[in-house]
């Protein structure tokens, strides 16, 4: 009879992985369409209750219903703009003072002149890029991350694009803004550890069926290995990593999920 190893010799396994989200409260921008909507599905699967904000209400009323009807969610609208200092104030002023565990910073602009030259591009353009793509993440996570510090726990996904990591002709600008929004995504991790992660998600092409949408998508397909378009729910099954508890020791970093497409 073959006798037992000394008990401080046992292996153990660690417990299931659970990539849940029960009793946590997400605000996600952008939420009623493409990403923002998946991510938004995603998290209402894993147990959260959601507050979804966009500037379309119709959409966006529509997309909380399906929401409602298809989850156990609590899930609460905001119609804000997040370009704009009133729109910041609509969403804090919706949130109140209740507690929020998980905020997305997915709403984003190209401009109003894709495909310009920069040093073509007026500075309302400009503004408009900055104002939505770092400036309202910045100030969203200014005002919520104060609160996810006293609970002493919490996250925040920003949605980065490959424009940032490299020269994408016509989206000078865009490129510039998802470039600085990385930078301050290292820079709030850094300074709201160890309690609260920041982390940034990377998309590579991706549409709301899969398919390409116009020439530019087409000839762009044969740079990404998998020979395809991204559905927005594979992009979801990232955020649900980064902002469940499984990814409790990832912070400041960038997750790339592009089909294997060289950057």
Same mark, same amino acid.
């Given at each position: 009879?073959?006798?037992?190893?000394?008990? +401080? +010799?046992?292996?153990?396994? &660690?417990?299931?992985?659970?990539?849940?989200? +029960?009793?946590?409260?997400?605000?996600?921008?952008?939420?009623?369409?493409?990403?923002?909507?998946a991510i938004a599905t995603a998290f209402a699967h894993a147990g959260a209750?959601?507050?979804?904000?966009?500037?379309?209400?119709?959409?966006?009323?529509?997309?909380?219903?399906?929401?409602r009807e298809g989850s156990d969610a609590a899930v609460t609208t905001i119609v804000a703009d997040v370009a704009t200092s009133a729109g910041i104030e609509t969403i804090t002023a919706g949130v109140g003072d209740g507690a929020i565990d998980i905020l997305v910073n997915n709403a984003h602009t190209i401009?109003?002149?894709?495909?310009?030259?920069?040093?073509?591009?007026?500075?309302?353009a400009w503004d408009d890029i900055l104002a939505?793509?770092?400036?309202?993440?910045?100030?969203? &996570?200014?005002?919520? &991350?104060?609160?996810?510090?006293?609970?002493?726990?919490?996250?925040?996904v920003n949605l980065m694009s490959g424009?940032?990591?490299?020269?994408?002709?016509?989206?000078?600008?865009?490129?510039?803004?998802?470039?600085?929004?990385?930078?301050?995504?290292?820079?709030?991790?850094?300074?709201?550890?160890p309690h609260v992660r920041v982390n940034a998600l990377c998309p590579g092409l991706v549409t709301e069926d899969g398919s390409p949408r116009n020439e530019a998508q087409e000839r762009l397909l044969p740079s990404v290995p998998m020979n395809r378009i991204a559905d927005p729910n594979e992009i979801a099954g990232a955020a649900l990593y980064l902002a469940s508890d499984e990814a409790s020791y990832t912070t400041g970093e960038l997750l790339i999920v592009n089909g294997g497409r060289p950057w």
């Open positions: 009879m073959t006798a037992s190893p000394p008990s +401080d +010799d046992r292996i153990t396994l &660690a417990a299931p992985r659970r990539f849940r989200l +029960d009793g946590k409260r997400a605000l996600i921008t952008g939420a009623s369409r493409n990403i923002g909507f209750d959601l507050i979804l904000v966009a500037r379309g209400r119709d959409r966006l009323v529509a997309a909380a219903d399906a929401l401009g109003h002149a894709p495909g310009s030259r920069l040093i073509d591009l007026p500075d309302a939505t793509n770092l400036l309202a993440p910045f100030r969203l &996570a200014r005002h919520f &991350a104060p609160r996810m510090m006293r609970q002493e726990s919490g996250c925040i424009s940032g990591l490299q020269p994408s002709p016509g989206l000078g600008a865009y490129g510039a803004s998802k470039s600085a929004l990385w930078m301050m995504t290292k820079s709030l991790a850094v300074e709201l550890a």
